[in-house]
């Protein structure tokens, strides 16, 4: 059975903050672009977070979530784009057709470039592998988020919060809002996972205590979650004799990372970055795969949406140069991005020289006070940046100068 | 002198300020240190004599796509405040379609600020609810 094939010049897949400003850019470019969205609604997680603090950097004002999306869904619409919802894309060749598929549907869809903006999935207990009992009760923060705010369903009176990302310190909040008992956050890090205002505006103002250098080590419960025993852990990451105790509690969350949803790109054959689990990408955001770009958290994890988006702005604009430029030649990188001592990341990973300009998001290893970040290629300092104080939850960006001599750039913190 | 330390909660910056004041806090005598912009000021003066903090919560929707409209104060409120707005919210039941800046409560619990709807929630019509 032959399926209707259709042909745009940029396809972009998934509909949050960072594909919606990728599918604009491209066609503000002058490119026909399909945006392609497997839920009901456009806008991605953001529909969830209800919560403020969207839009400072992209818009010079606070908007929530919603709000933030409605921008961006509003752009993509003027700028021209398709957008088109409840549908999955179930397959992407490296030919960069993509199988569709919606109720009663199938197509495909061939696409001179396609922008992959699928965003990110949570740890999940069994990723964490917490012992114990295999009781409900136990959430991801922002399945607890999408309960909450969008099901309108109350997850649990008694909860405890295992992990101090921002999705957790706002579901606090919330659920303390909604008339739950917030017993504690706990973290296993020596510091907090999350930006010091969500610290500050939902732990302090409602005095959840914050158990740091802490961890779940087992939870009980038969049907139900009953309680959890939480233990502190060393230095070395070693629980610490005798310092294991209790927290009865009837709901667990876990906001203990998120990982770059990369099903599509994997099968199409899109090198991964083992450290940022999501593509290697030259300073075009173009994968290995001609006229493939990445974006967004499926391309490394953000600190804010705004800077998810912005990527999104410059890869969307990347895609739709690749599409209708006439016979667009491989380009071949020729220098390598890599993360020295003291850095954890580097995005993107290679960036051609005659791209004079580059810029880098990478994020530092451990907290610290002010430091610098140097890039070097040979001899060369060919980017600094300075830092009131370093943080792994923040991401940072970094502009670095290319000269035409070939040498890879190393950047660390010195 | 007094002082104090807090992490400005204005925007994702999350200033760590050094709050210095004397006697009693007022612009006159509030000082602060390690703030980015000019707000951290404002800020650590409020937080001193009354902290003040936008509400941000859903309240429901009757015939809508969606069970839930999101809606926020469109200032911060009186952190004290907080409580009687979300109690007045959860008797309100609104009527889709509702499009952002609705106004859900004028004047919430004697603040002088509104709560609006900060997400459109168009009306159900056969399809199955979402």
Redesign the interface.
Known sequence: MSEPIRTVDVAVIGGGPAGLAAAASAAREGADVLLIDRN??LGGIL?QC????FG?HAFGE??????FA?RYVRSAREAGVRLQTHTLVTRLTPERDLICSRIGHRETVRTRATVLAMGCRERTRGMIRIPGTRPAGVYTAGTAQWLT????IRIGRRVVILGSGDIGLIMAR?LK?EGAEVVAVIEKLPYPSG???N???CLL?YDIPLYLSHSVTRIHGGNRVERVTVARFDESGCVVAGSEFDLSCDTLLLSVGLIPENELSRQAGVVLDQRTRGAEVADTYMTNIPGVFSCGNVLHIH??ADWAAEEGDRAGAEAARYATVAAPGEIKPSVAIRPGNGVRYVVPQRANVADQRVLLSFRVTAPSGATTIRAVAGEHIVGELRLR?AHPATMEQLEIQLRDEVHDVEVTCV | MNERTMTCILCPNGCELRVTWAEEPSPATVSVDGNLCPKGLTYAIDELTHPMRTLTTSVRVRDGIQRLASVKTTTAIPRDALPAVRSALRSIELRAPVAIGDVVLADAAGTGVDVVVTRAVSKRTNEAMT
């Open positions: 009901p609604q529909n209800i919560h403020d603090g400072l606070v908007l929530t979530g919603p709000e409605d705010n969008i099901g309108n919330r809002w930006l010091p205002r610290i500050n505006q103002d600190d804010l104080k």
